[in-house]
């Protein structure tokens, strides 16, 4: 058997284990004998066996896992034997199965994944932000969703090798009114981690976002800053004199870069019905850092079947989330009863309103509320969710209206979110 075939083998094992937990004679008895072959042991075909646990046992392995799959174009000696070692790398992180997880399956799964990322040249919990990153916070949110999830923060050193995630925010934000002491502890911890890491990511984007129309009405400050020498040199270009080569400038033009100033309010309403945990999280962090500008005047309201006025804790997101409940229906006329009082001056006020618009029988009461504040002067922006991804599920006959009152959903997008509330306030 060549060595071509041999990996064929043992890939072809890979592939029916992840996608059949039924071993298959064949495959296995032919893997044994390579594996065997090979030098290795026997254990490397084991499922239940950790990485760690091989690694203890056959300390060489260790300096052959890191960087195993970093360059597949690299020194192809030992085809075979990388092969082996990838299969089992793949098969303990991706064969996650079926049914509850326990804290320690857990812990085994995130330890496995470590030495995956090793493999690929990271360093364990490095490749957050990459596509193979994104691939596995995806498994360990699965995981997490199958877990007793209590078990693992009440023990401090299980819930430290927690990655933050929105699954994860989730499920503790489902889960938060039935924690108390150390798991409690562990969950805020967790939570305030994550808002501050995904706040960090919105300030760039706010600040990288356009800042909105300049002023024309305002004349522009004649300081040498402000200067626009092109716009100077091109106007008294008919005072250049030929005979000593010099341009003798009689006017000076400057730029315009005034804007406006006036005081803004925000109304930000938020549908924490259902699947809407990605907006919730967002849109909070969102509000607050507009709520940290000057002369912007931001509100907050949350709703499901009842609304609730977050606004005197805007300012700090991980106290809204802790305060909102995740899941239940939604009246959407509540919250725009909640809304209406605090708009004072129409045409200074921006309503930003993101849900599904799922409202079944509520929904004529709440368009009806929504096209009269539009047609007080209110700039009213509906957006489907706010998410990284962009995917949006928005009721077609809110969607319609919207664009048939000349306000058309938006893109889930949040940067286009950012970018439509800075040119607001700017």
């Known amino acids: 058997m060549t060595a071509d075939n041999r990996r064929e083998v043992l890939y072809w094992r890979l592939l029916a284990r992840l996608f059949d937990p039924e071993e298959q004679a064949a495959l296995e008895s032919a893997s044994v004998a390579i594996v065997d072959d090979a030098g290795l042991p026997p254990a490397l075909l084991d499922p239940g066996t950790s990485i760690d646990n091989l690694v203890q046992r056959h300390p060489h392995l260790a300096a052959e896992l890191d960087g195993l799959m970093s360059d597949p174009d690299g020194d192809r000696t030992g085809e075979v034997r990388r092969a082996a070692l990838a299969s089992k790398l793949l098969l303990n992180v991706f064969d996650t199965g079926t049914g509850d997880v326990s804290a320690g399956r857990l812990a085994r799964w995130q330890a496995d994944a470590g030495w995956f990322e090793r493999a690929l040249g990271h360093e364990p919990g490095q490749s957050r932000g990459r596509a193979e990153g994104k691939v596995l916070a995806g498994i360990e949110g699965d995981l997490i969703k199958r877990m007793r999830l209590r078990e693992v923060l009440a023990d401090p050193r ?251 959903v938006i893109s889930g997008k949040i940067q286009k979110l950012v970018v439509e509330l800075k040119n607001f306030v700017a």
């Not at 962090?285 to 609304?307: E, N, Q």
């Open 158 to 408: 299980l819930a430290a090798k927690l990655t933050p995630s929105m699954s994860l925010i989730d499920q503790l934000l489902r889960d938060k009114n039935n924690l108390d002491g150390v798991a409690l502890a562990n969950a805020k911890r967790l939570i305030r981690q994550f808002v501050d890491e995904v706040a960090a990511v919105l300030r760039t984007q706010v600040a990288q976002a356009s800042a909105g129309t300049i002023d024309r009405s305002v004349p522009p400050k004649r300081v040498f800053r402000n200067l626009d020498l092109d716009r100077t040199i091109w106007k008294n270009l008919p005072n250049y004199n030929p005979e000593d080569e010099r341009l003798y400038v009689d006017r000076l033009f400057y730029r315009q870069t005034a804007k406006r100033v006036t005081p803004a309010r925000m109304i930000v309403v938020v549908d924490q019905s259902g699947s809407m945990v990605d907006s919730m999280v967002n849109c909070t962090i969102l509000a607050s850092i507009f709520a940290g500008l000057p002369k912007v005047d931001v509100h907050l309201i949350a709703y499901d079947t009842r609304a609730l006025d977050l606004t005197p804790w805007v300012h700090d997101p991980f106290e809204v989330l802790l305060r909102t409940k995740l899941g239940g229906g939604n009246d959407g006329p509540v919250a725009m009863a909640m809304a209406r009082p605090k708009i004072a001056d129409p045409r200074n006020t921006v309503l930003v309103w993101i849900s599904d618009f799922y409202e079944f029988d509520r929904s004529q009461p709440l368009f009806d509320g929504i096209e009269a504040v539009h047609r007080s002067g209110v700039r009213f922006i509906p957006v489907g969710s706010v998410n990284s991804s962009g995917t949006q599920s928005v009721n077609p006959w809110f969607r319609q209206r919207f664009k048939d009152l000349g306000t058309p």
